[in-house]
């Protein structure tokens, strides 16, 4: 393998003055960039965790919310986010062998993916404007659903359902429920708004990662001694990854069995 | 589990990953439509952890990395898990010991 001819000199240019070595350099780097993701795992914690008391709490219109989501996007998104990681980690792999021009076509194709993962988060987006379930305005105004074809009106039976089940007890304590499982739906939207919207923001700062990754591979001597900048931003590719893998089951498959 | 210089999975084992990956999502999204009961959100998670489990591994090397790296990670978990089941174990609580 050849590279530039300053191969082993009397240090590697990449070498800062406070390390001794290149694996001392690059184990910490590692690990600044591991405790950097960490306070990002307690960010998205601090989500998952309220999330999770909600559901429990309001888990009929958590179940609600969750099956009005078309489930096939979010599976062909997860899919498209897996094989993003595949190229982010043969990126990594080409820029340790020193391979320049492979580097850069696995994090192009990486960038290729990250972005259509959030064409398809735009278009399910849409679909839940459409439907007004995007809370705050005019949430709840279910009877829009039937104007959009192919959208179950989910939430809207389960409105109806409830209603008719409090119906039978007291007329007010019907107008009550349904008026509270329709909030509680609110709610859910909310986290799915906020979980998928702080994750699709991760993507556009990886996108932009990624574009500045290209010309530091073209600019540095990136081979086996040095290609830190490519390992680090494929761990926070890797992280953003791993969010989604939590997300998909938790938002999209909350119950799709029908069997309530 | 060496600490090796620079050892890093060979191409093999990242397309593997990918497989099993892919085979998580698929088996995810099917089993999510059998009603299990209570099992539907055990097996998705489950599911999950193992998805996550394998590509921080793999795909972030972890698998090859120094003790510190695997501590530091093994932290980050045990406080995820520390913000998780303490918040739990008071929402889920409330109201079952009536106030005097």
Redesign the interface.
């Known amino acids: 393998m050849s590279h530039s001819p300053t191969t082993i000199p009397e240090h590697h240019p990449a070498l800062v003055h406070q390390f001794d070595s290149m694996?001392q350099q690059r184990?910490a780097s590692?690990?600044g960039m591991?405790?950097f993701?960490?306070t990002e795992?307690?960010m998205f914690?601090?989500l998952?965790?309220a999330y999770?008391?909600y559901r429990?709490?309001y888990y009929d219109a958590f179940v609600a919310g969750s099956t009005s989501i078309d489930?096939t996007w979010g599976?062909v998104n997860?899919?498209v986010l897996?094989?993003s990681?595949?190229t982010?980690?043969?990126a990594?792999?080409a820029a340790?062998r020193g391979a320049r021009r492979g580097a850069q076509l696995f994090i192009v194709l990486t960038m290729i993916l990250g972005t259509v993962f959030l064409g398809i988060k735009g278009i399910e987006y849409h679909q839940k404007y459409v439907e007004h379930h995007i809370p705050g305005g005019i949430f709840g105004r279910f009877d829009a659903v039937s104007n959009y074809p192919g959208q179950e009106p989910n939430i809207a039976e389960e409105v109806a359902k409830e209603k008719e089940r409090v119906e039978k007890l007291s007329p007010e304590a019907a107008e009550q429920a349904s008026k509270q499982i329709a909030k509680q739906t609110e709610i859910f939207f909310c986290f799915y708004f906020a979980m998928t919207g702080l994750h699709a923001l991760h993507m556009i700062i990886g996108l932009i990662l990624m574009t500045w990754l290209l010309v530091q591979v073209q600019r540095l001597n990136i081979g086996?001694e040095y290609y830190t900048p490519v390992?680090l931003s494929?761990?926070y590719w890797?992280?953003v990854?791993?969010v989604w893998?939590?997300l998909?089951?938790?938002l999209y498959?909350?119950?799709?069995?029908h069997?309530k | 589990m060496a600490e090796e210089k620079h050892a890093h999975p060979t191409h093999k084992v990242y397309y593997l990953v990918f497989l099993a990956l892919v085979i998580g999502t698929v088996l995810t999204w099917r089993v999510a439509f059998i009603d299990l009961g209570p099992l539907n959100p055990v097996i998705a998670l489950t599911i999950a952890c193992t998805k996550a489990t394998l590509v921080i591994l793999f795909f972030m090397h972890i698998w090859y990395s120094s003790t510190l790296t695997k501590i530091t990670i093994a932290a980050g978990v045990f406080w995820l898990l520390i913000l998780i089941t303490l918040s739990l174990t008071d929402y889920l609580t409330r109201g079952i010991i009536k106030p005097l």
């Open positions: 694996e184990e590692t690990f591991w405790v993701l960490l795992i307690m914690g601090g998952f965790a999770l008391i429990i709490k489930v599976f997860t899919l897996i094989g990681s595949l982010m980690a043969l990594v792999s340790q086996p390992e494929g761990l890797h992280f990854d791993i893998i939590y998909f089951p938790l498959l909350i119950n799709r069995t069997a």
